[in-house]
């Protein structure tokens, strides 16, 4: 049925979405006895923000993680840019271009706020390991050019004056915010958001939505979003998936879901 | 002169890049350089130099070996004796079989060959974790030890694997008083810990960082986890092994294989616990600690005791010592010596105005 929806369709703002980057044909994934996600598709297009939402344990991580190779589903399809994948690792998914956070924060906790970003850029320098040795000529112009661009990551997340503080001593909101930081140093082209929001008061709440859609205006980058916050999620998005227990509910514009008796009926609880 | 980094303002990345982005640092660097270069060769003495510096040096070396596997890879591992012994026997049969082969050569040979092995008993880190690649690593330890004893072409057929260090001779100068042996290791010390500092601050480090706190995480963002292993394991072992060959050649003279066992193994995990896992200024404060201890409590021992020491009481008292800063350090203070010179230089930098 969203396949329908005009393909050139614009956005406020004057964003364009584009063409489908990612599409899931048919995925199933269980583990053990669990069926976490069954016979699921939905695509996602360029320039979106795609959210998905369900109650709790009902497959919005593992969808994520299906999505960047964390989890291989026993059935399906994955097309990246019309190309078939079949097994990627996590590896390949982040060289193609895809970049996430996690539900809970997966930053490195001895390392600074700084060097957390730098890793980001881990897949774009090409030094080997004799010339960091020597850190001279090549290896310093990199880290430098690197820097700059971690630096423009900093500034974009207003984060300037945390930068050489380690991230375990961080508060919850801004440890988020950082986890932003390094995904978004990738320069991806596709980000997968996994509850950026949740745990975060009112004011850290706006800061990262605001965040959220700058990324996307500005670098065009598509977004892929859990968040359990239905104002957020409706304020934001172009279109929601719905899952409950692993199954696909409902999938259209906001303002579609919102009135879909079935999430309506999974929201409260009353019939499956 | 206090110390303040108030008015030095850095105007590029490169200036903050520095290893040490504050003057007063730099200039007590360089002090210490010169202190150590030019100071100690002229007035310290034999006792001091053979006894004390030469081997805090290399301990030091090791001790930086290890923190990069352990304090930044975060691989435990309980085999740098072994990956010493491997230097020290790579680099003599270096000597030993290659007419004219520089000093020099031998010792970065004998550290790749270290690096190699290294390579091979890390292999178990792909799968396992903790613990149990500990125990991998203490398999290294014995097997390393055992194989140079039961092959006598290691040790080129002497009786139960004591190799003679060859004399140093570096563009036909011989390093032959504890003074220029001093000078050379320290030069090889230094310029070995500069590296492994950049290292550590390189992409390379903030790789080996990544996979140490969150190896999930490092692989969703790109990091290969094998490589970065690895590549710990190949550059910790190259340090353990150069440092065994000046073990070797700059500290003995005459080694076994036996001589590279578990309990060396265990006394350079305790530098880097007592210096600071994840530091290299750690690794030389930890070393420096733990070979001045036992001197110190003897020298106190004989003042307290004045002759009559009760037998055994001095060897035993260092344990008991050792066991107990392990246990504080552990639990008070996991950072160690460096963290709480940091804490004490942050101090400096507020004093005297708290706050
Ligand atoms: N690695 C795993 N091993 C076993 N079961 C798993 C694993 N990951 C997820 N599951 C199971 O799959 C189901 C879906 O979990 P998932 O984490 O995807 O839910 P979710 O929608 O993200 O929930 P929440 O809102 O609580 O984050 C759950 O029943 C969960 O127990
Ligand atoms: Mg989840």
């Known amino acids: 049925m969203m396949n329908d929806m005009a393909q050139d369709a614009t956005a406020e703002g004057g964003r364009?979405?584009?063409e489908v980057i990612l599409d899931l044909q048919h995925i199933s994934l269980s583990f053990g006895g669990v069926n976490a996600l069954t016979d699921i598709s939905f695509d996602v297009r360029e320039h979106e923000i795609r959210s998905i939402i369900g109650p709790n344990g009902a497959g919005k991580s593992s969808m994520l993680n299906v999505m960047n190779g964390v989890y291989h589903p026993q059935k399906g399809n994955i097309l990246f840019r019309g190309e078939p994948r079949q097994k990627m690792d996590p590896h390949t998914a982040a060289a193609q271009g895809i970049a996430r956070t996690f539900q809970n924060i997966a930053l490195f906790k001895g390392m600074t706020v700084l060097d957390n970003i730098m890793t980001g850029r881990n897949l774009k320098m090409k030094c080997n390991l004799l010339e960091h040795a020597l850190f001279w000529g090549k290896a310093q112009r990199e880290e430098i050019e690197h820097r700059k661009k971690v630096e423009d990551v900093i500034d974009f997340l207003e984060i300037q004056s945390i930068r050489k503080t380690p991230v375990g001593?961080?508060?919850y909101g801004l440890q988020k915010r950082v986890e932003l930081g390094r995904a978004l140093a990738a320069e991806p082209t596709l980000l997968l958001l996994d509850e950026p929001m949740a745990g975060m008061n009112v004011e850290e709440k706006q800061d990262m939505c605001r965040f959220i859609l700058d990324v996307n205006d500005q670098f065009g980058t598509t977004i892929v979003l859990i968040e359990h916050d239905m104002g957020v999620v409706m304020d934001i998005s172009d279109r929601v998936v719905?899952?409950?227990?692993?199954?696909?509910?409902?999938?259209?514009?906001?303002?579609?879901?919102?009135?879909?008796?079935?999430?309506?009926?999974?929201?409260?609880?009353?019939?499956h | 002169m206090l110390y303040r980094e108030a008015g030095q303002f850095k105007a590029s990345y490169k200036e903050d890049q520095q290893i040490f982005p504050i003057r007063q640092d730099r200039v007590g660097m360089a002090v210490i350089l010169a202190i150590f270069f030019l100071a100690v060769p002229m007035f310290a003495s034999e006792y001091w130099l053979q006894a004390i510096l030469i081997p805090v040096l290399i301990f030091s070396l090791a001790a930086i070996g290890l923190n990069i596997l352990t304090g930044y890879a975060g691989q435990l591992s309980l085999g740098s004796a072994a990956f010493m012994a491997v230097g020290a026997f790579g680099a003599y049969n270096f000597?030993?079989?290659?007419?004219?082969?520089?000093?020099?050569?031998?010792?970065?040979?004998?550290?790749?060959?270290?690096?190699?092995?290294g390579?091979?008993?890390?292999?178990?880190?792909?799968?396992?974790?903790?613990?149990y690649l500990a125990v991998a690593t203490l398999a290294a330890q014995f097997f390393i030890v055992w194989a140079l004893v039961k092959f006598p072409w290691f040790s080129n057929h002497s009786s139960s694997g004591v190799i003679s260090a060859q004399e140093v001779n570096i563009l036909g100068f011989a390093f032959d008083t504890p003074v220029l042996k001093y000078l050379l290791t320290l030069a090889v010390v230094v310029v070995l810990a500069l590296l492994a500092k950049n290292l550590v601050r390189s992409t390379t480090g903030r790789r080996w960082m990544a996979v140490r706190d969150m190896d999930v995480a490092a692989e969703v963002i790109g990091i290969r986890p094998m490589r970065a292993k690895l590549s710990a394991f190949a550059v910790s072992s190259f340090y353990c092994g150069v440092a065994g060959a000046l073990y070797a050649y700059t500290y003995l003279g005459t080694v076994e294989p036996e001589g590279f066992n578990l309990d060396l193994s265990f006394k350079i995990l305790f530098m880097i616990i007592i210096g600071g896992v994840g530091s290299i200024l750690g690794s030389f404060l930890g070393a420096a600690f733990i070979v001045l201890l036992p001197i110190f409590l003897n020298v106190f021992m004989h003042s307290v005791f004045a002759g009559s020491l009760p037998a055994g009481l001095g060897s035993n008292l260092e344990l008991i010592v050792f066991g107990g800063l392990i246990i504080f350090f552990l639990i008070v203070e996991p950072h160690g010596l460096a963290r709480l010179w940091t804490l004490a230089k942050d101090k400096l930098r507020l004093w005297p105005f708290p706050h």
Do not use: Q, W
């Open chain 2, 95 to 117: 000597m030993l079989r290659i007419d004219g082969m520089p000093f020099i050569v031998a010792l970065i040979l004998g550290g790749l060959c270290s690096a190699l092995v």
């Open chain 1, 16 to 18: 364009r979405i584009g």
């Open chain 1, 169 to 171: 001593r961080l508060p």
């Open chain 2, 119 to 131: 390579v091979a008993f890390g292999l178990p880190s792909l799968r396992i974790k903790g613990f």
């Open chain 1, 242 to 271: 719905v899952l409950d227990y692993g199954k696909k509910i409902g999938d259209g514009p906001p303002d579609e879901v919102k009135n879909n008796a079935d999430v309506i009926a999974a929201y409260l609880g009353t019939s």
